[in-house]
């Protein structure tokens, strides 16, 4: 239950440190904006050694790359040892089993215990969907800071069966807390799981009633699609708190769940990551006080977070100034744009005022729709006004109009392209969410046939976020493999029958565990693409594209032809059929035709 007032800080009292989706790193190549995460972080972590908290918890998304850099790595290391380490004494307990609340590490205790540390603050996080786990081995950047000490990494469900969630068991005076967390996992993925109840969230057995249940997950938690979210409603009725991490708009007052009857925050980012409304709210992060079941949220205002100011501007709103026909309206319109920034300007310098933290150059978006008839002006002649004044002169300015519905062409793919890139929404869009929706809105002759939508989309995204550059190659490699296999154990030898063999293969796997276990083994090894045996070779380059099929030289020298990018493979048949039929030159070969080079999960 909420605490009306302060709780006293006593020896009965945990002290939390809240704070979610950091981002550490965020264009830190940039001259104006390089060092505004790392300056929070700062804060952060100051504001801790401040109030003396008995620990920090992290809602996800430390690092904003999955590689961090050197230089972000070091700088996070050296604010880590220099807020968290100390000979302060800590106050609490953990009376869980550790071996299992980090069964990651090879040091599967809490930091603070270690007799070769100095721990006076210790850090809890989960990963986000930026910093996950990837590769052979499951490792993020996390882990590096968690095998050197300086952080404890809990909350990484390494099954895509089935999920148990074990808490970390806390105890100060006579306060207990249980600690749960699970780290990103794809969203439909994990609503998918949660529908067929395979995710649990044990408890302790005995005094269950006695412990506080704070929970941190890092998720979708505003609905970007059917099964794209996780519903507050699939989690625990028992939990009293959960930290809602991923989410960037800061909604930190707790909400209560009136059905689960449990409370959420929402911290938010302390970064602007995107120039979108939701990213403008104020800044905070949370000190939260628990004594027995009785909770208590400080709500603590961010003073070094950049300030970012953001206005919608429709044209036709304006009939008294300008029309489409008026005489240099395009003149007036970016008069009319310069007015609005300036006010941005004032505003900020306004708040500015005894705030000495605060970096002087805001953020300033305004947007313009421009529907009826208007045309846009020169965006990179108006910033040359602001380039002195705001830390992001090359984007002041985003011109959007309403979509009109045009008349199908019946030249092209009949998809949508305005439903799939709507303007203000585009910078929250993922690779993966692009592949489905293209897929859901193209003809059945431009449908993959090998593939399936959800490994292609995971592969481009590994491809993009991750910097995977094999992980395509490694996807469709794996996939072919895992066809031929199957092809030749049913004994299908006719191009008809091949061809249908193969799309009800593909159509079997579509949405299924054995689908994720398929993705998650081939992004886990496409950090060490084995080079394909002849064979392989022939029969990759075998699988062309259709579309206008030039004749391209294939990747691996054989010749064959290699259409225009599109997305259906064909012919399928002829390639099943010239492989199976080379497949008894060697017993090398052979054997590469009956083993996969991966093992199911």
Same mark, same amino acid.
């Given at each position: 239950?909420?605490?009306?007032?302060?709780?006293?800080?006593?020896?009965?009292?945990?002290?939390?440190?809240?704070?979610?989706?950091?981002?550490?790193?965020?264009?830190?190549?940039?001259?104006?904006?390089?060092?505004?995460?790392?300056?929070?972080?700062?804060?952060?972590?100051?504001?801790?050694?401040?109030?003396?908290?008995?620990?920090?918890?992290?809602?996800?998304?430390?690092?904003?790359?999955?590689?961090?850099?050197?230089?972000?790595?070091?700088?996070?290391?050296?604010?880590?040892?220099?807020?968290?380490?100390?000979?302060?004494?800590?106050?609490?307990?953990?009376?869980?089993?550790?071996?299992?609340?980090?069964?990651?590490?090879?040091?599967?205790?809490?930091?603070?215990?270690?007799?070769?540390?100095?721990?006076?603050?210790?850090?809890?996080?989960?990963?986000?969907?930026?910093?996950?786990?990837?590769?052979?081995?499951?490792?993020?950047?996390?882990?590096?800071?968690?095998?050197?000490?300086?952080?404890?990494?809990?909350?990484?469900?390494?099954?895509?069966?089935?999920?148990?969630?074990?808490?970390?068991?806390?105890?100060?005076?006579?306060?207990?807390?249980?600690?749960?967390?699970?780290?990103?996992?794809?969203?439909?993925?994990?609503?998918?799981?949660?529908?067929?109840?395979?995710?649990?969230?044990?408890?302790?057995?005995?005094?269950?009633?006695?412990?506080?249940?704070?929970?941190?997950?890092?998720?979708?938690?505003?609905?970007?699609?059917?099964?794209?979210?996780?519903?507050?409603?699939?989690? %625990?009725?028992?939990?009293?708190?959960?930290?809602?991490?991923?989410?960037?708009?800061?909604?930190?007052?707790?909400?209560?769940?009136?059905?689960?009857?449990?409370?959420?925050?929402?911290?938010?980012?302390?970064?602007?990551?995107?120039? $979108?409304?939701?990213?403008?709210?104020?800044?905070?992060?949370?000190?939260?006080?628990?004594?027995?079941?009785?909770?208590?949220? #400080?709500?603590?205002?961010?003073?070094?977070?950049?300030?970012?100011?953001?206005?919608?501007?429709?044209?036709?709103?304006?009939?008294?100034?300008?029309?489409?026909?008026?005489? #240099?309206?395009?003149?007036?319109?970016?008069?009319?744009?310069?007015?609005?920034?300036?006010?941005?300007?004032?505003?900020?310098?306004?708040?500015?005022?005894?705030?000495?933290?605060?970096?002087?150059?805001?953020?300033?978006?305004?947007?313009? %729709?421009?529907?009826?008839?208007?045309?846009?002006?020169?965006?990179?002649?108006?910033?040359?006004?602001?380039?002195?004044?705001?830390?992001?002169?090359?984007?002041?300015?985003?011109?959007?109009?309403?979509?009109?519905?045009?008349?199908?062409?019946?030249?092209?793919?009949?998809?949508?392209?305005?439903?799939?890139?709507?303007?203000?929404?585009?910078?929250?869009?993922?690779?993966?969410?692009?592949?489905?929706?293209?897929?859901?809105?193209?003809?059945?002759?431009?449908?993959? $046939?090998?593939?399936?939508?959800?490994?292609?989309?995971?592969?481009?995204?590994?491809?993009?976020?991750? %910097?995977?550059?094999?992980?395509?190659?490694?996807?469709?490699?794996?996939?072919?493999?895992?066809?031929?296999?199957?092809?030749?154990?049913?004994?299908?030898?006719?191009?008809?029958?091949?061809?249908?063999?193969?799309?009800?293969?593909?159509?079997?796997?579509?949405?299924?565990?054995?689908?994720?276990?398929?993705?998650?083994?081939?992004?886990?090894?496409?950090?060490?693409?084995?080079?394909?045996?002849?064979?392989?070779?022939?029969?990759?380059?075998?699988?062309?594209?259709?579309?206008?099929?030039?004749?391209?030289?294939?990747?691996?020298?054989?010749?064959?032809?290699?259409?225009?990018?599109?997305?259906?493979?064909?012919?399928?048949?002829?390639?099943?059929?010239?492989?199976?039929?080379?497949?008894?030159?060697? $017993?090398?070969?052979?054997?590469?035709?009956?083993?996969?080079?991966?093992?199911?999960?």
């Amino acid at each position: 239950t909420m605490s009306s007032e302060n709780t006293l800080d006593d020896e009965d009292t945990f002290k939390i440190l809240i704070a979610t989706d950091i981002h550490l790193g965020y264009l830190e190549k940039d001259a104006i904006r390089g060092n505004d995460s790392y300056n929070t972080l700062d804060e952060i972590l100051k504001c801790a050694k401040t109030n003396e908290v008995d620990f920090i918890l992290l809602g996800g998304d430390l690092f904003h790359e999955n590689k961090p850099s050197r230089r972000c790595l070091h700088n996070c290391i050296t604010m880590l040892r220099k807020y968290c380490m100390g000979d302060t004494p800590i106050q609490f307990d953990i009376v869980s089993d550790q071996t299992v609340n980090f069964n990651t590490s090879k040091f599967p205790w809490v930091n603070y215990q270690d007799e070769n540390l100095n721990i006076s603050i210790p850090a809890f996080s989960i990963h986000g969907n930026h910093d996950d786990p990837t590769g052979a081995e499951g490792l993020c950047a996390l882990d590096l800071l968690s095998a050197s000490g300086l952080l404890n990494h809990f909350g990484h469900s390494q099954s895509v069966e089935s999920i148990e969630i074990s808490p970390i068991l806390m105890q100060k005076g006579n306060t207990k807390l249980a600690l749960f967390g699970l780290g990103s996992i794809p969203d439909e993925r994990l609503y998918r799981m949660f529908v067929n109840n395979q995710v649990t969230m044990l408890r302790p057995k005995e005094d269950q009633d006695e412990w506080f249940n704070l929970f941190a997950i890092h998720q979708n938690r505003s609905k970007h699609g059917p099964t794209n979210y996780i519903p507050e409603q699939f989690l %625990d009725d028992f939990l009293d708190l959960v930290v809602w991490g991923h989410e960037h708009e800061c909604l930190i007052t707790p909400s209560r769940n009136e059905q689960q009857l449990f409370y959420v925050i929402q911290p938010g980012s302390s970064v602007a990551t995107s120039l $979108s409304p939701g990213e403008a709210t104020k800044k905070h992060i949370g000190l939260l006080r628990v004594k027995g079941r009785k909770m208590n949220l #400080q709500k603590i205002p961010l003073k070094t977070v950049r300030q970012f100011f953001i206005q919608d501007v429709v044209l036709g709103d304006y009939p008294d100034l300008f029309t489409p026909d008026t005489p #240099q309206v395009t003149k007036k319109v970016e008069n009319l744009c310069y007015a609005k920034v300036t006010e941005m300007l004032e505003e900020a310098e306004r708040e500015r005022l005894g705030c000495p933290l605060t970096p002087e150059k805001p953020l300033i978006r305004l947007r313009v %729709d421009y529907s009826g008839g208007f045309d846009t002006f020169h965006t990179s002649r108006f910033s040359q006004k602001f380039v002195e004044r705001v830390a992001n002169p090359k984007d002041i300015i985003h011109f959007l109009r309403r979509r009109e519905q045009k008349e199908d062409n019946k030249d092209e793919v009949n998809v949508d392209y305005g439903s799939l890139l709507k303007t203000t929404a585009a910078e929250g869009l993922r690779v993966e969410d692009l592949v489905k929706q293209y897929f859901a809105a193209t003809e059945q002759t431009v449908q993959l $046939s090998l593939l399936t939508e959800h490994g292609m989309g995971k592969a481009l995204q590994e491809f993009v976020d991750k %910097d995977e550059k094999d992980a395509i190659e490694e996807l469709i490699t794996y996939q072919l493999e895992k066809t031929q296999c199957h092809l030749q154990a049913r004994a299908v030898t006719t191009e008809q029958d091949i061809d249908t063999e193969v799309r009800r293969f593909r159509d079997s796997k579509k949405n299924t565990t054995e689908e994720d276990n398929e993705i998650k083994e081939v992004s886990n090894d496409a950090h060490e693409p084995e080079p394909l045996s002849g064979l392989m070779c022939d029969t990759v380059c075998a699988l062309y594209f259709q579309g206008d099929q030039q004749s391209q030289s294939s990747p691996c020298g054989a010749g064959q032809r290699a259409g225009r990018l599109s997305s259906h493979f064909v012919p399928l048949s002829s390639a099943f059929q010239a492989s199976s039929q080379r497949s008894s030159r060697t $017993s090398d070969e052979a054997s590469l035709m009956t083993t996969p080079r991966y093992t199911a999960c």
